[in-house]
């Protein structure tokens, strides 16, 4: 997953949404599990961190995008440029590139949120949160889940990649 991990609310998001996805038997990178692994006492290691985040954007099969916001997370744009971009710097085929949206403040007919240079990804989910309740709430990630599944197994197909 690629995504801000530095409030509550996108920590929060980021466990709601692996938890869905592991139900699907995939195995997911948590962002905020492998920040841990660079924190030292009170420092975190950014460079260590930063050059993580590039080779799991590049050799990932999948990488899930979390879009949401007035503006993309400056982190997860880069994230998903490095993705889109891996097979040109790997050896592998390029990761598929999926991105959620749940924002919802545009129209993505219409959409003014997000930069034009995420039409590039393989797929935009973009499913409106008017949630309000925990049964809401369950009930959104369920379906947002099923929908990655869903894109995930079309885009596998009809490139005759295999998942590994």
């Known amino acids: 997953m ?3 991990l530095f409030g509550i609310a996108d920590r ?10 592991e139900r699907f038997g995939y195995e997911v990178v948590l962002p905020q599990k492998e920040a841990l692994r660079f924190l030292n006492g009170h420092s ?5 961190l930063s050059e993580d985040c590039k080779r799991q954007s590049m050799e990932s099969d999948v990488v899930v995008a979390n879009i949401d916001g007035a503006d993309v997370d400056a ?13 040109s710097f790997a050896t592998q085929n390029r990761p598929k590139v999926i991105c959620v949206r749940t924002d919802f403040r545009t129209d993505p007919e219409q959409e003014i949120g997000i930069n034009s240079m995420f039409g590039l990804v393989d797929k935009v ?4 949160a008017f949630v309000s309740t925990f049964a809401e709430v369950a009930n959104l990630y369920r379906n947002l889940a099923n929908e990655i599944d869903t ?7 009809r490139d005759g990649t295999e998942l590994s």
């Open 2 to 4: 690629a995504g801000p």
């Open 12 to 21: 929060h998001h980021n466990l709601l949404l692996a938890r869905e996805l």
């Open 44 to 48: 975190l290691d950014l460079k260590g």
């Open 75 to 87: 982190g997860t744009a880069v994230e998903v440029g490095m993705a889109l971009a891996g097979a």
């Open 125 to 128: 989910i973009y499913i409106p």
């Open 151 to 157: 894109v995930i197994k079309k885009l596998t197909v």
